[in-house]
């Protein structure tokens, strides 16, 4: 047991991270509007959020314009991908035993 708890990533302690990702293991690129509403969250915990993960390299982040407006999209990255897998590989392993 004590090695499943081990294999727990604090990256993704947060609800809102865990959303993030998991949001992002679904979709392609998400932009920042979309990603707070579907997390129902305030625009600078979104963001604290989104830097963390970002300092990480667990997202990738592309920057645009779109009719004049400036747009940013999130996407997650091959690390953030395995290392969230492994997250709820341990969470599974924790919840069947």
Known sequence: MKDVI???????????????????????????TSLREMLDVTDGNLSSHLSALDKLNFIKIKKQFVNNKPKTSYKISRQGLRKFTEHLKAYEKLIIK
């Open 6 to 32: 081990s294999n727990l990533n604090k990256a993704f302690d947060s609800r809102i991270r865990v959303g993030i990702m998991s949001v992002l293991m679904r979709n392609n690129w998400v932009d920042f």
